[in-house]
């Protein structure tokens, strides 16, 4: 009887297994493609990409509920405000560095909590307050430093281009001051999350039409719709998602049947950078970010970007320096040694973030 059943569940489940799951097709071609970008450095990223993640909790400011208190207790620290009270109160800072302090300021309302050692690991579920919002949103810390980047002001009006599921935006409304805040995203479904996201965290009064606008228009024809107005652009671009691709079958774009739309990343990506590039206003600032190593979604995609932008709409621009930012917070980030365009979180057993490239422009015309 065994023998029978086997014989007929066999070839189903043959036929339909692929030869190579896509987790190990995406960590093949991470070994070719990165084995020769990062060198050496690659053999303890890949250790780092294929072991368990570390989190941050985002402090929902909007939220009554001291979440902060509560993580602190059990050892978490804000590595933001950490870093700016340690530049504050430093005898040994020197002026230059305050002067770069100055250069790069960070909002002292947005907090995100680590948990130092790498061992320990944050509750993942957050408690609503008698609002029902909740106390803090869990994402990669490393997350957070393209918003940081973004440095958004008192009045600014920004936009967040590829904005789902909303982790970022939930980001950049913490800093509170904001003029007005338009999230998009091209994927419906996507969208809708991202408006439970926003719903979870931020009063009712702050997400009204006012104040925020959430939109799922194809990200690359922004322009048709809206140019030269935002302070700030946030391009967070879908990309090979390296640590999902090493980890997870589902959803993952070196399936067999996803190839076109891996290889169309670059061309997709740059026409999205093209567009944010558009709709920031002269002396607007926007701020690309994949959470990919690769070198061609990465300095490829800024560096063509900034030459159509130049090419196609006579648009100067000027990439903005993140060391003093990055700078900050080495002690809880492994950053990429000696970059030449942007930025780059790279995982590492120690502090086991990222990977979050990110590269600053400002449009000068
Ligand atoms: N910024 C988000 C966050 O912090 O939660 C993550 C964004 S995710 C890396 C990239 C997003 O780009 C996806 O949600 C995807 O649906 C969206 N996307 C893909 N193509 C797009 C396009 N042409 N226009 C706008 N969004 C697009």
């Given at each position: 009887?065994?023998?029978?059943?086997?014989?007929?569940?066999?070839?189903?489940?043959a036929t339909t297994r692929p030869k190579y799951p896509a987790t190990r097709l995406a960590l093949h071609h991470f070994d070719v493609a990165y084995g020769s970008q990062?060198?050496?450095?690659w053999?303890?990223?890949r250790?780092?990409l294929l072991?368990?993640?570390?989190?941050?909790?985002?402090?929902?400011?909007?939220?009554?509920?001291?979440?902060?208190?509560?993580?602190?207790?059990?050892?978490?620290?804000?590595?933001?405000?950490?870093?700016?009270?340690?530049?504050?109160?430093?005898?040994?800072?020197?002026?230059?560095?305050?002067?770069?302090?100055?250069?790069?300021?960070?909002?002292?309302?947005?907090?995100?909590?680590?948990?130092?050692?790498?061992?320990?690991?944050?509750?993942?579920?957050?408690?609503?307050?008698?609002?029902?919002?909740?106390?803090?949103?869990?994402?990669?810390?490393?997350?957070?430093?393209?918003?940081?980047?973004?440095?958004?002001?008192?009045?600014?009006?920004?936009?967040?281009?590829c904005?789902?599921?909303?982790?970022?935006?939930?980001?950049?409304?913490?800093?509170?001051?904001?003029?007005?805040?338009?999230?998009?995203?091209s994927s419906?479904s996507r969208?809708?999350?991202?408006?439970?996201?926003?719903?979870?965290?931020?009063?009712?009064?702050?997400?009204?039409?006012?104040?925020?606008?959430?939109?799922?228009?194809d990200g690359t024809?922004?322009?048709?719709?809206?140019?030269?107005?935002?302070?700030?652009?946030?391009?967070?671009v879908p990309c090979t998602t390296d640590r999902h691709s090493v980890t997870e079958d589902d959803n993952n774009i070196f399936r067999k049947n996803r190839v076109g739309d891996r290889r169309r990343l670059p061309q997709l990506q740059t026409a999205l950078l093209?567009?944010?590039?558009?709709?920031?206003?002269?002396?607007?600032?926007?701020?690309?970010?994949t959470c990919s190593l690769s070198q061609q979604q990465n300095q490829g995609v800024?560096?063509q970007?900034?030459?159509?932008?130049?090419?196609?709409?006579?648009?100067?621009?000027?990439?903005?320096?993140?060391?003093?930012?990055?700078?900050?917070?080495?002690?809880?980030?492994?950053?990429?040694?000696?970059?030449?365009?942007?930025?780059?979180?790279?995982?590492?057993?120690?502090?086991?973030?990222?990977p979050?490239y990110?590269?600053?422009?400002?449009?000068?015309?």
């Amino acid at each position: 009887c065994l023998t029978v059943r086997w014989s007929r569940v066999k070839p189903k489940w043959a036929t339909t297994r692929p030869k190579y799951p896509a987790t190990r097709l995406a960590l093949h071609h991470f070994d070719v493609a990165y084995g020769s970008q990062l060198g050496p450095l690659w053999p303890s990223v890949r250790v780092a990409l294929l072991c368990e993640k570390k989190y941050g909790a985002l402090i929902n400011n909007f939220s009554h509920h001291d979440a902060m208190a509560e993580l602190q207790l059990q050892g978490c620290k804000d590595f933001i405000s950490d870093t700016a009270a340690a530049e504050r109160g430093g005898e040994e800072v020197s002026q230059s560095d305050l002067q770069t302090t100055s250069d790069a300021s960070v909002h002292s309302n947005i907090k995100c909590l680590v948990f130092p050692e790498e061992t320990s690991y944050l509750p993942l579920l957050s408690r609503p307050d008698s609002d029902g919002l909740l106390g803090y949103y869990l994402m990669d810390a490393a997350s957070v430093l393209p918003c940081l980047a973004l440095d958004v002001r008192e009045g600014h009006t920004v936009l967040d281009l590829c904005a789902a599921p909303g982790g970022k935006a939930l980001t950049i409304m913490q800093t509170y001051d904001l003029g007005f805040l338009c999230v998009n995203d091209s994927s419906v479904s996507r969208t809708m999350r991202l408006r439970r996201v926003l719903q979870s965290y931020v009063p009712k009064a702050q997400l009204s039409d006012a104040k925020v606008h959430i939109s799922s228009f194809d990200g690359t024809m922004w322009g048709d719709v809206e140019r030269d107005s935002f302070d700030r652009v946030l391009v967070d671009v879908p990309c090979t998602t390296d640590r999902h691709s090493v980890t997870e079958d589902d959803n993952n774009i070196f399936r067999k049947n996803r190839v076109g739309d891996r290889r169309r990343l670059p061309q997709l990506q740059t026409a999205l950078l093209l567009a944010g590039i558009l709709a920031a206003r002269p002396g607007g600032e926007i701020v690309y970010s994949t959470c990919s190593l690769s070198q061609q979604q990465n300095q490829g995609v800024v560096e063509q970007a900034a030459h159509l932008a130049l090419e196609q709409h006579g648009i100067h621009t000027q990439i903005v320096d993140l060391k003093p930012l990055t700078q900050k917070f080495s002690n809880t980030f492994h950053f990429a040694p000696g970059l030449s365009v942007g930025e780059m979180v790279v995982p590492h057993l120690a502090a086991n973030f990222g990977p979050i490239y990110m590269c600053k422009l400002r449009r000068l015309t």
